[in-house]
């Protein structure tokens, strides 16, 4: 013991100066306005001055003695509340001068330690006991805090409930088979949805983990920070949080697939899961902005360590929502998963400029690299997909006719779909910027009645008129496969009447122009002139050869008139015209042709007839004119006229 007093020889005057010191802090630390952290800095700095009194008194002489009364006394507070299997932080039986005093236990320990370390007391078997029981207390303390910070986190963990939050999807699923269903009449509340912004006005951070419990975990994080027990820590707040975040991901019900699962399944599975993934992926860059919240209120004072606890918690769940957009990217381009892609990459777009924030430290550039990647990953796999769509359509080859000339499924398909993609205009001119489209049609001048010259003008609307313009020398191919003319002019008819009457209606307006309207309405229009002087003029031709003399009578004229007019009944009830004013117009016409003529030569020739061959009075074939176009094969029956 006198080796140990010789090391040390300290001034007389040393207890006095600490002794004054400590007199000054708990005068500082009297006074009621003090914050809570200041009013711990105070306290861990009494515990230091007072581990220095026991200590430079030591080094007088007088041995470990008052260090081990010092450390058994803080030692009997640890142990003590460790054989109470009840939580110091448990909000039923929560006492704050209990937790104050555990706390300040720990902190004359680790002061205690300090001061022991720093005698220059070598090979001293009491010093060593002494730092040993002490580092077992501090150990044995750091444990219980390690479960207070797991116990605060989970109970009193907040779930997070976006408010108000609109998500921008493609709410029309276009599919191309032979029983297509039009989606034309489809202008819900819900396709209007998908124009309003997936954002929130004001960002929305919302507490993750109840307010009250905050400075506790505060507290504890001072003083295992302080005692060098940092990794512990955040060990412990990373696991609660990383599984409190993956728990969330099960509640809106993203499931974990390896890129294999995702690449190997069928589209209807994974159109369902690009949805939720959407859906997902809007809500969980909000939620991660209240989880930097929360990062930043407990670790905010402790530099690096925050983000990178930030980063620890997020990469885990972020890494699966990463690892399915690039397994969309990386897939087939068939034309029907575009919308969905696009949905995907507008999502990682909207939401880039917060992931950057949000990890704009160093521990965070991983994840917004990643981010950035499959934004353009995405995009790439959006443009191939868009493109390989006119080579899509080209390459639709039937080897039968349509039944009855309607309305063909690819017409409706390729109508629909780029109706669709003006939903996404201002993507897809972002992503096809360096991407010609062969015009067919390009729109000379401004537009009439609209404004709308620049639309039609730009990048989609030159793509539009290229797929249409594809589409159209497809039909006429598709045409070729009746063997009847006549059905050859209502098939085409049809279906360009069709696509002006989609590009009327809507948006597709705005892209196609007035020009592009008329120029195919013109087209339609000619495709019924030369219906009727197909089917009409070789019926009608009978009556005007019962007009000439010499070439047949008026009763054989009549009789030839009837077999052909029934022949067309026969066949034309059969075809179809889908649009009632179509079907009407062109039933009205066909009326006005065929029932003046013959009511005409009736009139002229009704002495020259014999009563047997007439088989049908005018308002009969008016009325069988009604039937034609409806789709339901049908064969005339003769009756008696007066």
């Not at 040393?14 to 708990?26: F, W």
């Not at 949805?193 to 905050?214: A, C, M, T, W």
């Not at 499931?255 to 159109?271: H, P, T």
């Not at 022949?567 to 034309?572: A, L, M, S, T």
Request: contains cysteine; glycine residues 6%.
């Amino acid at each position: 013991m006198a080796d140990f007093s010789s090391v040390l020889s300290p001034r007389e005057g040393d207890i006095h100066v600490i002794a004054a010191a400590r007199h000054i802090v708990k005068a500082l630390g009297a006074n009621k306005n003090l914050d809570d952290d200041l009013r711990k800095i105070l306290s861990q700095l009494d515990s230091h001055l007072s581990a220095m009194t026991v200590l430079t008194t030591e080094s007088r002489g007088t041995g470990f003695r008052e260090v081990e009364e010092q450390l058994k006394y803080a030692e009997e507070k640890i142990r003590g509340w460790e054989s109470n299997q009840s939580l110091l932080w448990d909000s039923d039986e929560f006492d704050p001068l209990e937790a104050a005093e555990f706390l300040k236990a720990i902190d004359e320990i680790q002061a205690l330690i300090g001061g022991l370390r720093s005698l220059s007391v070598n090979g001293n078997g009491k010093q060593k006991e002494l730092l040993n029981r002490a580092d077992s207390n501090l150990q044995m303390a750091m444990s219980r805090l390690e479960k207070e910070i797991i116990h605060i986190l989970v109970k009193h963990k907040q779930y997070f409930q976006p408010k108000n939050m609109s998500f921008r999807s493609c709410v029309l699923d276009v599919f191309y088979d032979e029983s297509f269903v039009s989606v034309e009449d489809i202008t819900s509340e819900e396709a209007l949805q998908r124009n309003s912004s997936g954002k929130e006005s004001d960002e929305y951070i919302f507490d993750l983990v109840h307010p009250q419990v905050i400075p506790h975990l505060k507290s504890i994080a001072n003083v295992m920070f302080g005692v060098n027990y940092d990794q512990e820590f955040c060990q412990a707040f990373v696991s609660v949080r990383r599984d409190a975040l993956e728990e969330y991901l099960v509640i809106l019900k993203v499931e974990k697939f390896s890129i294999e699962d995702v690449l190997k399944m069928e589209w209807s599975s994974l159109n369902y899961e690009i949805q939720k993934w959407v859906r997902a992926m809007n809500i969980i860059i909000r939620y991660l902005a209240s989880e930097k919240q929360l990062c930043d209120q407990i670790l905010g004072d402790y530099g690096f360590v925050n983000p990178l606890c930030f980063v620890e918690i997020s990469k885990g769940s972020l890494a699966h929502l990463l690892n399915f957009g690039e397994a969309i990217a990386m897939g087939t381009h068939e034309p029907e998963k575009l919308f969905r892609i696009l949905d995907m990459y507008e999502v990682v777009a909207d939401n880039l400029l917060d992931i950057d924030a949000l990890f704009s430290e160093e521990a965070g550039t991983a994840v917004r690299l990643e981010f950035h990647e499959l934004l353009r990953s995405l995009g790439d796999s959006g443009r191939a997909t868009f493109l390989k769509l006119g080579n899509a359509i080209a390459a639709n080859a039937s080897t039968r006719p349509f039944l009855g000339g309607g309305i063909h499924p690819l017409t409706k398909y390729v109508m629909n779909y780029i109706k669709t993609l003006t939903m996404y205009c201002n993507t897809l001119n972002v992503l096809l910027k360096d991407q010609e489209a062969a015009d067919p049609n390009p729109v000379v001048g401004p537009e009439n009645g609209h404004g709308v010259s620049s639309i039609t003008h730009c990048q989609m609307a030159c793509h539009f008129r290229s797929i249409t313009a594809t589409l159209e020398s497809n039909l006429d191919s598709k045409s070729k496969l009746y063997k009847d003319g006549v059905l050859q002019h209502i098939f085409l008819m049809n279906n360009f009447h069709y696509m002006v009457r989609k590009v009327k209606s809507g948006e597709l307006r705005l892209f196609f122009g007035d020009e592009w309207i008329k120029e195919h309405i013109v087209k339609y229009k000619q495709q019924a002139m030369s219906y009727e002087r197909a089917t009409w003029n070789s019926v009608l031709s009978f009556l005007k050869d019962g007009d000439s003399p010499g070439l047949c009578s008026a009763s054989k004229a009549i009789k030839g008139f009837t077999i052909a007019f029934e022949e067309v009944y026969k066949n034309q009830t059969g075809w179809s015209i889908p649009d009632p004013e179509l079907r009407e117009d062109l039933q009205i016409s066909a009326s006005q042709k065929v029932i003046h003529a013959y009511r005409s030569f009736m009139g002229r020739k009704s002495s020259s007839i014999s009563e047997k061959y007439i088989r049908h009075s005018p308002d009969d074939l008016q009325n069988y004119i009604l039937d034609l176009f409806n789709g339901s094969p049908r064969i005339l029956q003769s009756s008696c006229k007066k």
